[in-house]
Nanobody
Framework: QVQLAESGGGLVQAGGSLRLSCTAT????????MGWYYQAPGKERELVAT???????NYADSVKGRFTVSRDNANNIVYLQMNSLKPEDTAVYYC????????????????WGQGTLVTVSS
């Protein structure tokens, strides 16, 4: 079972920057997708950005041009560089990974980190 460990949340003023990091434990079949979701108070968890093992990315419209997701595949780390932060970016950010758990092709599991709080003050 892959496990995720996040770091990098905190309090920042509007217009500032933060970088989140998430390290996954090793998996013999590799990790297919890694990325980030967020959950604001009273709202459902939503996509922020993900990156496939080949480098393809997917971003929420609300963060395009401000946030950048990147990966260190050799060390199973995913980063989220957040620039030009806004108060509406305030949320708990969850690391996400999707990975094969068997030699049978097409069998995947998903795992979540414990979450890290990002607070953007106005």
């Amino acid at each position: 079972q892959v496990q995720l460990a996040e770091s990098g949340g905190g309090l920042v003023q509007a217009g500032g920057s933060l970088r989140l990091s998430c390290t996954a434990t090793k998996n013999i079949y590799g990790i297919n997708t890694m990325g980030w979701y967020y959950q604001a108070p009273g709202k459902e968890r939503e996509l922020v950005a993900t990156m496939g093992s080949g480098g393809s990315t997917n971003y929420a419209d609300s963060v395009k041009g401000r946030f950048t997701v990147s990966r260190d595949n050799a060390n199973n780390i995913v980063y989220l560089q957040m620039n030009s932060l806004k108060p509406e970016d305030t949320a708990v950010y969850y690391c996400y990974a999707r990975y094969r758990y068997t030699s049978v092709i097409g069998r995947f599991r998903e795992v979540w980190g414990q979450g890290t709080l990002v607070t953007v003050s106005s």
